[in-house]
């Protein structure tokens, strides 16, 4: 199971807040609904019992006050969760709760474990029962097993060790909240300084809409504890770091700061690069909205072409649902995304997009393009072709649907109707991102992966997660 989330910890002095953190951590989980809209969860504890609520649906939509009320603590984490692959269940949602020794563990996880069959396997055999098929259960589990026989430190270290794959994990145990980020730093994490507390989120977003300012990331390997006072353990050290290309050019939001680079900055970068690269004679250039909005602007002071919008998005409508016949589809499309037709009338469009997957996006957006009178249209890609799935915790699709897997980029051209089409380079991308490319997961870009997946190419020359540097 793939998930794309988001987590979020807090952590008050009991004396000075002791009810807060549920109404903090509804804040942050809304400011990080981008990272998923399946379900919402929050736990938190008053210093003596662990009190959670979590259903489907948006944050917003299923915490009622009445549900925050009962939530009173100052401490605690959250989730919202959003996966497609076959995991849309209440009993999935998390944070996952499980008992051990000295009371009840309660985590968040935003990430994919590669290992998880295994481990859970492993689990199962020593008698271990799981409620859920995901895979932060089976770290929960992990931790109250070696629980039993570490203090809470060498617990996290022992876990950790076993995990393969991605995982940015809030924990709260005791009244403590933990942060951990995996050794090669897939997915963000960050902690955050509020009036008489500390925060933890996947994005420091969430930490500007709780009138917070952002301390610092959290960093690979490290596991942070917010408690009485801030604690900090190096745990895991690898020589290089995996941080998800795929964060800066479409999942997070632009006014976040993620490994110290604004992801506004680096997508103007990359709307740059374009133009540079691709130089392009056109009349306007204009955005997909919204992923296309940041890179369309750079684009534009890089050509020095007129920045228009030739697409205006309805933001009150999430999916386009299934619609049998043609031309109610058209309106479904049309319900999501319409034009402003004299931006684009008798004129020729250049169009910026983040990326393309599947390419049915592209194909709808084109059509409509050009029936509002485009003389040509074309496509600026912000990331490369997208060749190979993600296996470590971006939604994206398998390599049957992926477009950029099975076709030549002449190819997509054609399939989406473009006039022409360009994708960024790799080189481009990493340097608008500005981390070595040696630090980076490109393995959706590249098909080589910074660990080992089953049936999958791995990085040789450096097998990450096998570079342990002692602490
Ligand atoms: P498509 O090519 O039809 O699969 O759609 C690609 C578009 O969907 C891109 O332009 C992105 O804005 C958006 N997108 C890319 N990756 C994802 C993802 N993992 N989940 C949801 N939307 C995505």
Not at 117 to 143: C, H, N, P, W, Y
Not at 260 to 271: C, D
Not at 436 to 456: A, Q
């Amino acid at each position: 199971m793939k998930d794309k989330c988001g987590v979020v910890g807090v952590r008050f002095d009991a004396e000075k807040n002791r009810d807060a953190a549920a109404l903090y951590i509804y804040y942050a989980l809304q400011a990080l609904q981008h990272r998923g809209q399946e379900s919402s969860g929050i736990s938190v504890t008053n210093g003596s019992s662990v009190l959670s609520d979590k259903g489907m649906g948006l944050v917003a939509d299923y915490f009622s006050r009445e549900r925050l009320q009962k939530l009173a603590g100052y401490a605690g984490i959250g989730h919202v969760r959003y996966s497609t692959t076959g995991g849309s269940r209440l009993e999935n949602s998390q944070p996952f709760s499980v008992t051990y020794k000295n009371g009840t563990i309660s985590i968040a996880h935003n990430g994919n474990l590669v290992n998880y069959r295994e481990l859970k396997k492993e689990l199962e055999a020593q008698g271990r029962i799981f409620t859920s098929d995901s895979d932060t259960e089976v770290i929960a589990q992990m931790l109250a097993r070696e629980l039993i026989r570490n203090d809470i430190v060498e617990a996290v270290r022992e876990t950790m060790k076993r995990l393969v794959g991605s995982y940015s994990l809030v924990i709260l145990i005791g009244d403590c909240v933990i942060g951990v980020r995996d050794p090669l730093g897939f997915k963000p994490l960050c902690i955050g300084h509020v009036d008489n507390g500390y925060v933890l989120a996947s994005e420091s977003a969430a930490i500007d809409t709780l009138n917070g300012e952002l301390v610092r990331d959290v960093a690979p390997g490290e596991m942070v504890i917010l408690g009485e006072k801030i604690e900090s353990h190096r745990l895991l050290r690898c020589k290089n770091h995996a941080h998800c290309m795929f964060e800066y050019v479409y999942f997070a939001r632009p006014d976040s700061i993620m490994d110290g680079r604004l992801v506004y900055k680096v997508r103007h970068k990359i709307g740059q690069t374009l133009a540079a690269e691709c130089p392009t004679k056109a009349d306007i250039v204009s955005p997909v909205p919204d992923s296309g909005i940041t890179s369309a602007i750079g684009y534009s002071t890089g050509s020095k072409i007129p920045y228009a919008e030739a697409l205006i998005k309805n933001r009150y409508v999430n999916r386009t649902f299934i619609m049998p016949a043609q031309e109610l589809r058209e309106t479904a499309v049309r319900l999501k995304l319409n034009t402003v037709r004299s931006n684009i009338e008798g004129k020729n469009v250049i169009l910026i997009d983040d990326s393309i997957v599947r390419g049915t996006t592209s194909r709808r957006i084109i059509d409509l393009v050009r029936r509002s009178g485009a003389k040509e249209i074309h496509a600026r890609i912000g990331s490369p072709p997208i060749i190979s799935p993600c296996y470590l915790g971006i939604d994206m699709a398998t390599r049957e649907e992926l477009i950029a897997a099975h076709k030549t980029v002449k190819g997509v051209e054609f399939l989406i109707g473009a006039n022409s089409l360009y994708y960024i380079s790799l080189d481009g991308l990493v340097s608008a991102i500005g981390i070595p490319r040696e630090d980076l997961c490109t393995g959706c870009l590249t098909g080589v992966y910074p660990i080992e997946i089953p049936g999958e190419k791995c990085e040789d020359k450096q097998l990450k997660l096998n570079q342990f540097v002692p602490e």
